[in-house]
């Protein structure tokens, strides 16, 4: 656990945490989850990814892994992850006692040409996607790795979120459906470089078990990993249970967007163990 972050055992965020999200859109907690936990997720990765379905998205120009969705809808681990006080009870703090899971994804950044992701919000595509209508989710970024400035971390222009409200349409060729990839959902180079000019940019690095929480308005994207190690992060989206998605027509896959909206409770300080 980061000395300092953490009253007593209870997994809450300090003051100063809560006015650096505020002000940032991002909070970096160093060491939440311990080596054999990040082994635990990372055996559960593995065999998660081979099961076929809509759920696993390939690279564009191989047949790696890019994400996988819903894991905890497989894998008990995952289901434990994001249970886990470490996550919920900042996204508790930060959102209101009532959240419930809306996305669970892992992205894998394979070495050697993990493709990057486009410069985006993640809101104004939940916003057109699904009609949910207030940013009051939260995004936590589990690194899976060790993430370095080599393998493709996840860059922000902190404080975008405040002053950033992006539209966009998708355009006829794009490479997405209902995964919504980043590249259809993009700001433009101008927008971007109006950004970067206000906000700067930081990619927070650090080694697996490193925990970035981020708000959906946060301006992020990355870029391909050239290195030769993976870059797997988990990202767990949780959303206020009175803010739901209300789709005119059908709604997005359950793997994409969460029906099981009742609030999650906290399974108390539990350790992630490895079930296979
Ligand atoms: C990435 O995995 O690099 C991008 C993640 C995101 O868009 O949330
Ligand atoms: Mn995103």
């Keep these: 656990m980061k000395a300092g972050t953490m009253i007593g055992d209870s997994d809450m965020l300090t003051v100063h945490d809560i006015t650096t999200y505020e002000r940032d859109g991002l909070l ?3 060491g939440l989850f311990d080596a054999a ?12 990814a081979r099961i076929p379905g809509a759920h696993r998205i390939a690279e564009p120009h191989s047949d790696e892994v890019r994400a996988v969705y819903a894991s905890h809808q497989r894998q008990p681990e995952y289901e434990a992850l994001i249970r886990s006080s470490r996550l ?5 703090q930060l959102l209101g006692p009532d959240v419930y899971l809306y996305q669970m994804k892992i992205n894998s950044k394979p070495g050697f040409g993990g493709d990057g992701w486009s410069w985006h919000q993640d809101f ?7 009609s949910v209508a207030a940013p009051d989710l939260i995004n936590a970024v589990v690194f899976l790795d060790e993430v ?3 393998n493709g971390p996840i860059i922000f222009a902190p404080g975008s979120h405040l002053t950033r409200k992006s539209s966009f349409t998708r355009s006829a060729d794009h490479r997405s459906e209902q995964h919504l990839d980043p590249d259809d959902i993009a700001l433009t180079a101008a927008e971007m470089a109006e950004c970067v000019d206000e906000h700067g940019l930081v990619s927070p690095k650090g080694a697996a078990g490193t925990v970035v929480f981020f708000h959906p308005e946060l301006v992020h994207g990355s870029a391909t990993n050239m290195s030769p190690n ?3 992060v988990a990202i767990v989206t949780y959303n206020r249970t009175d803010n739901l998605p209300r789709p005119d027509g059908e709604p997005r ?5 969460g029906r099981d909206t009742r609030p999650l409770s906290v399974l108390d300080d539990l350790r992630i163990v490895a079930t296979a």
């Design 124 to 130: 104004p595509a939940w916003q057109m996607a699904d």
């Design 148 to 150: 370095t400035e080599y």
């Design 88 to 92: 919920l009870r900042p996204a508790q």
């Design 230 to 232: 993976s870059r797997r």
């Design 28 to 30: 970096v907690l160093p």
């Design 253 to 257: 896959a359950e793997y994409l967007v």
């Design 37 to 48: 936990e990040i082994g635990a997720l990372r055996a559960s990765f593995d065999r998660d």
